[in-house]
């Protein structure tokens, strides 16, 4: 049995609570109410992130494009994605909401542009 501390982030409470995994996660302890129960089942088997990255762009006075995933995504594969977007570019005109990588890594999460640029 490990038992792995945590500090809650769903609130501003941030209550510290220690999880006991076992292969799976066994109990939550320190949490006031049961967001941070699943929070921390949550970070403990399967924890995401939103990722926010650049991509190059062509033809356009800034030379980095701002991009983030539609949703949370798996933290374990973040490094993976960040080698993807290393080689992409995309060429003006782009706006905010464009999709620059569909399905990235097979998450069905997309990364789309954080701003337009014409
Ligand atoms: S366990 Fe509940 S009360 Fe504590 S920080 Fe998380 S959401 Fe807030």
Redesign the pocket.
Known sequence: MNNKEMI?I??P???R?TVSVNGEVCSVDG???D??QK?ATDETTNPLRTVTSTVRIANAEIRRLPVKTVQAFPKGKMFELMSVLKQVEVKTPVKMGDVILQNALGTNIDVVASRTVK
Do not use: A, F, P, S
């Open positions: 809650c769903v609130c409470m941030g209550c609570m949490n006031k109410c967001r941070g929070y």
